[in-house]
């Protein structure tokens, strides 16, 4: 399937503003998310780039039915590039300074069930079958698991672990299972190579555990998952915060459901004599 590409008045323009960004140093995953949302972007306002207006980008964000955070990005995406042009010397004003900053909402923790893995498992390919395990017993984010190398498997007394570079290329180590850790160092080399060179895009991913997983849960929820049975068995919101990668604590709430046998013991010590 072709890449839609963005209309030929503004090709030139995005292409100067995406290597602004590799200069600043942004990861590739999210030069790539904010190409393809620019390019949307640019598609349905059918202006130049020059002769679009502040109420052209506040009419055409107000009229989608994007999700608060869908709406956040574009909302930072539009106001990078139009930045950057009047930064240039392209444009003298900012038209995306008219656009209201999006209302941050609190998303609630979804860890997927267990039972729902457990049938996912059970029909998926080998390599659907290793996509929903970084996910749901390593935590991995999508990009994650699509750049899984032989090489960051590590050896230890304690057992095996896996170094995972996440966002903003900051690293951290994770433990894995033993049989998982086998399964990575056997494949020498990307665990999931791309068709001509490297890995496949967090999308193939994507595409390959939604497959596997029923209707409603995502892949998102298997770190929801991770991320629960972890706090279970530890009780260290800091510690899970790390071992996902966040880099505030507050994040790592919005991940961690309360585990169910807490609720239990609390249920028995409300609940009347019969």
């Given at each position: 399937?072709?890449?839609?590409?963005?209309?030929?008045?503004?090709?030139?323009?995005?292409?100067?503003?995406?290597?602004?960004?590799?200069?600043?140093?942004?990861?590739?995953?999210?030069?790539?998310?904010?190409?393809?949302?620019?390019?949307?972007?640019?598609?349905?306002?059918?202006?130049?780039?020059?002769?679009?207006?502040?109420?052209?980008?506040?009419?055409?964000?107000?009229?989608?039915?994007?999700?608060?955070?869908?709406?956040?990005?574009?909302?930072?995406?539009?106001?990078?590039?139009?930045?950057?042009?009047?930064?240039?010397?392209?444009?003298?004003?900012?038209?995306?300074?008219?656009?209201?900053?999006?209302?941050?909402?609190?998303?609630?923790?979804?860890?997927?069930?267990?039972?729902?893995?457990?049938?996912?498992?059970?029909?998926?390919?080998?390599?659907?079958?290793?996509?929903?395990?970084?996910?749901?017993?390593?935590?991995?984010?999508?990009?994650?698991?699509?750049?899984?190398?032989?090489?960051?498997?590590?050896?230890?007394?304690?057992?095996?672990?896996?170094?995972?570079?996440?966002?903003?290329?900051?690293?951290?180590?994770?433990?894995?299972?033993?049989?998982?850790?086998?399964?990575?160092?056997?494949?020498?080399g990307w665990v999931f190579p791309g068709r001509w060179t490297g890995h496949v895009e967090k999308s193939y991913v994507s595409r390959h555990i939604n497959r596997v997983l029923p209707a409603?849960?995502?892949?998102?929820?298997?770190?929801?998952?991770?991320?629960?049975?972890?706090?279970e068995a530890t009780h260290d919101l800091l510690l899970v915060s790390k071992l996902l990668g966040h880099s505030s604590v507050e994040t790592t709430q919005i991940y961690v459901a309360m585990?169910?046998?807490?609720?239990?013991?609390?249920?028995?010590?409300?609940?009347?004599?019969?």
């Amino acid at each position: 399937m072709h890449k839609k590409l963005p209309p030929a008045q503004w090709r030139d323009e995005i292409t100067g503003w995406l290597e602004s960004l590799t200069a600043a140093g942004l990861s590739r995953d999210t030069i790539n998310t904010r190409r393809c949302k620019i390019g949307h972007a640019a598609r349905c306002l059918d202006k130049s780039p020059y002769d679009v207006t502040s109420a052209d980008l506040v009419h055409w964000v107000a009229s989608q039915t994007w999700k608060a955070e869908t709406r956040k990005g574009y909302r930072n995406t539009l106001a990078s590039f139009f930045r950057w042009m009047q930064a240039t010397g392209r444009r003298a004003d900012d038209p995306a300074a008219a656009l209201p900053r999006v209302r941050k909402t609190r998303p609630h923790p979804r860890p997927c069930p267990d039972h729902h893995i457990r049938a996912a498992l059970h029909d998926a390919t080998v390599a659907e079958m290793l996509m929903i395990r970084l996910g749901a017993e390593a935590g991995l984010r999508l990009s994650e698991i699509a750049a899984v190398h032989s090489r960051d498997v590590l050896d230890g007394d304690a057992g095996p672990s896996l170094i995972v570079r996440g966002k903003g290329d900051r690293q951290r180590i994770v433990p894995i299972p033993d049989d998982l850790a086998q399964r990575i160092t056997d494949a020498c080399g990307w665990v999931f190579p791309g068709r001509w060179t490297g890995h496949v895009e967090k999308s193939y991913v994507s595409r390959h555990i939604n497959r596997v997983l029923p209707a409603g849960w995502g892949p998102h929820s298997l770190r929801h998952r991770y991320a629960t049975r972890m706090y279970e068995a530890t009780h260290d919101l800091l510690l899970v915060s790390k071992l996902l990668g966040h880099s505030s604590v507050e994040t790592t709430q919005i991940y961690v459901a309360m585990p169910d046998g807490r609720l239990r013991v609390g249920l028995d010590a409300v609940t009347l004599a019969g």
